[in-house]
């Protein structure tokens, strides 16, 4: 079998500054809301004043939205230009939320964290077995004993359909045109993205790695990190994954309930 194509440096440095425009109609809010479902149907509910990890946050947009909802947040991207990014929209909205730049498969936190988010399929960037095994110890370390742990990926059968082989149509702020390219042999795809910023007329390209992974692999990963209980959702829906599904979000206990 080929090994995994190794991540670049930063993926996201050269995007950064362009990053929130190209994300321009992603609907946060309503993502944060689906979170927040999720966790209260797991019974661990996300209150005001309750202590949220959010890994690989990006420009902060999600964690911004659950601060704005009174909980103390912590961001953590291995992205120094997207931490940039995120430190000037915290500054400029008024809130306090540390961003340590981190990345999820060498990190170390006191357990004293109610949740743990992991979105943007973010976890599809590491493409080696082992440090995501690392990177769920450390999230797990990072909560409390009651803590909840909440991420989403790219299925399978998202980066075999070539998900990201897309363009934008012409006239937004950052114009793209991806290409992916899918390896079965290693469940990886290539992802060669060329934009264009129509302000500056300023041109580039970038190349992204990601790796899929199975259910039972993810599964396996989030039991030798020690969660205990797991329960997996098509994205944004209340219902199990099905086999066309693309996106799934996963649900880790990093403790079971109390008896009654």
Not at 90 to 118: E, S
Not at 133 to 141: D, L, P, Q, Y
Request: hydrophobic fraction near 40%; aromatic fraction near 10%.
């Amino acid at each position: 079998m080929t090994p995994p194509e190794p991540r670049t440096p930063d993926p996201f440095a050269r995007i950064a500054p362009h990053y929130d425009a190209l994300m321009v109609g992603v609907p946060y809010a309503a993502w944060a809301d689906y979170v927040t479902q999720l966790a209260a149907r797991a019974g661990r509910p996300i209150l005001p004043g309750a202590k949220l990890l959010d890994l690989a946050t990006g420009t902060g947009s999600v964690a911004l939205q659950f601060a704005a909802r009174g909980c103390a947040v912590t961001g953590i991207d291995r992205s120094q230009p997207m931490l940039a990014e995120a430190q000037r929209k915290v500054a400029q909205q008024g809130f306090d939320i540390p961003l340590l730049c981190r990345d999820l498969a060498d990190f170390h936190l006191p357990p004293d964290f109610d949740h743990a988010l992991c979105l943007y399929d973010s976890l599809n960037y590491i493409l080696d077995d082992k440090e995501v095994k690392r990177a769920f110890a450390n999230v797990r370390a990072a909560l409390k004993p009651d803590g909840l742990f909440i991420f989403d990926v790219n299925t399978v059968q998202a980066l075999e359909a070539e998900l990201f082989t897309q363009s934008n149509v012409s006239g937004a702020p950052v114009e793209y045109r991806w290409k992916s390219k899918y390896h079965s042999d290693t469940r990886t795809s290539r992802i060669n993205m060329s934009f264009r910023v129509r302000a500056s007329g300023e041109k580039f390209t970038i190349v992204h790695h990601q790796r899929a992974y199975t259910d039972a692999e993810i599964r396996s990963f989030l039991a030798h990190a020690g969660f205990k209980k797991v329960t997996a959702y098509e994205a944004y829906r209340m219902s199990p994954p099905r086999h066309q599904t693309d996106r799934v979000y996963y649900v880790a206990a990093r403790s079971l309930p109390p008896e009654p």
